[in-house]
């Protein structure tokens, strides 16, 4: 695998070992899973307004070339592929792919997994009218490169979509204390602190990267009913982010 400047090794190890659990909700990513219902409503409100959809269309993003950066089993890629996109779905930890080319395979999805990095797929030249990083940057040696590379992906008038924790001292102790530590939801270790990112300097960086940072929303977890919420003021744990690449024509 080339272009590997912003993986970080340790982090890449974690997810391997935990890579046949991928399409088990009640298995290690159970989180993910349950986070996902509240992912997709933004990304797809997102999607629908910046590329003018229409969601009730049968396959409203048909035409679209979207990349699922960091795309593990295929939570995120199999809804992309339902919805009419042409998916890539790319990441740095080669066990996971399989788990989802299997499942797509047996879901009757065309989606083309790719053991691979965005720089790599920079380099290369892909361009994409989405690209989806989705709880990852707290996972890179170096965020702002990540960045960079992700931006590059994205062709003008496209889509960066991301999501990440915030460094707070609330994230903490929900994050990392209680569904690491007391609760047992996520295996210890699973998140560092010191590597979440505040939603300011997440939208400096994509300024950095020539995007410009269109929305933010918070995602709320609400652990009596154990569902998340959109939150327009909340961002002081979970939280999502786009910002744009201005089309040629402006």
């Not at 982090?11 to 290690?28: H, N, T």
């Not at 986070?35 to 269309?57: F, G, K, S, V």
């Not at 890539?88 to 499942?103: F, M, N």
């Not at 979509?161 to 939801?185: C, D, F, M, P, Q």
């Given at each position: 695998?080339?272009?590997?400047?912003?993986?970080?090794?340790?982090?890449?190890?974690?997810f391997d070992?935990?890579a046949?659990?991928?399409?088990d909700?009640?298995?290690?990513?159970?989180?993910?899973h349950?986070?996902?219902?509240?992912?997709?409503?933004?990304?797809?409100?997102?999607?629908?307004?910046e590329?003018?959809?229409?969601?009730?269309?049968?396959?409203?993003?048909?035409?679209?070339r979207?990349?699922?950066?960091?795309?593990g089993?295929?939570?995120?890629?199999?809804?992309?592929?339902?919805?009419?996109?042409s998916v890539?779905?790319?990441?740095?930890?080669?066990?996971?792919?399989?788990?989802?080319?299997?499942?797509?395979?047996?879901?009757?999805?065309?989606?083309?997994?790719?053991?691979?990095?965005?720089?790599?797929?920079?380099?290369e030249?892909?361009?994409?009218?989405?690209?989806?990083?989705?709880?990852?940057?707290?996972?890179?040696?170096?965020?702002?490169?990540f960045?960079?590379?992700?931006?590059?992906?994205?062709?003008?008038?496209?889509?960066l979509?991301?999501?990440t924790?915030?460094?707070?001292?609330?994230?903490?102790?929900?994050?990392?204390?209680?569904?690491?530590?007391?609760?047992?939801?996520?295996?210890?270790?699973?998140h560092?602190?010191?590597?979440?990112?505040?939603p300011?300097?997440?939208?400096d960086?994509?300024?950095?990267?020539?995007l410009?940072?269109v929305?933010?929303?918070g995602?709320?977890?609400?652990?009596?009913k154990?569902?998340?919420s959109?939150?327009?003021?909340?961002?002081?744990?979970?939280?999502?982010?786009?910002?744009?690449?201005?089309?040629?024509?402006?």
């Amino acid at each position: 695998m080339t272009g590997a400047a912003t993986v970080d090794a340790g982090e890449v190890a974690k997810f391997d070992a935990m890579a046949e659990e991928w399409w088990d909700p009640q298995g290690k990513f159970r989180p993910l899973h349950e986070m996902t219902p509240c992912r997709l409503d933004y990304i797809t409100a997102q999607i629908a307004l910046e590329h003018d959809r229409d969601l009730r269309a049968p396959s409203p993003f048909a035409g679209l070339r979207l990349l699922d950066i960091g795309c593990g089993g295929g939570l995120l890629s199999e809804p992309m592929a339902r919805l009419g996109a042409s998916v890539v779905g790319a990441d740095a930890a080669d066990t996971a792919l399989p788990v989802a080319r299997r499942h797509a395979e047996t879901s009757a999805l065309q989606i083309d997994y790719r053991h691979t990095t965005a720089e790599a797929l920079a380099a290369e030249g892909e361009r994409f009218d989405v690209v989806l990083a989705m709880e990852l940057i707290e996972h890179v040696a170096e965020p702002q490169c990540f960045v960079d590379a992700c931006a590059a992906l994205v062709a003008p008038g496209g889509l960066l979509i991301g999501s990440t924790l915030n460094k707070t001292a609330k994230s903490y102790a929900l994050a990392i204390v209680g569904a690491e530590r007391i609760l047992r939801w996520l295996p210890p270790g699973t998140h560092d602190w010191r590597k979440f990112q505040p939603p300011e300097s997440v939208s400096d960086m994509l300024r950095a990267a020539g995007l410009d940072p269109v929305d933010r929303k918070g995602m709320v977890f609400d652990p009596l009913k154990r569902s998340w919420s959109l939150s327009p003021r909340d961002l002081s744990v979970n939280y999502a982010i786009t910002a744009s690449r201005p089309s040629a024509a402006r």
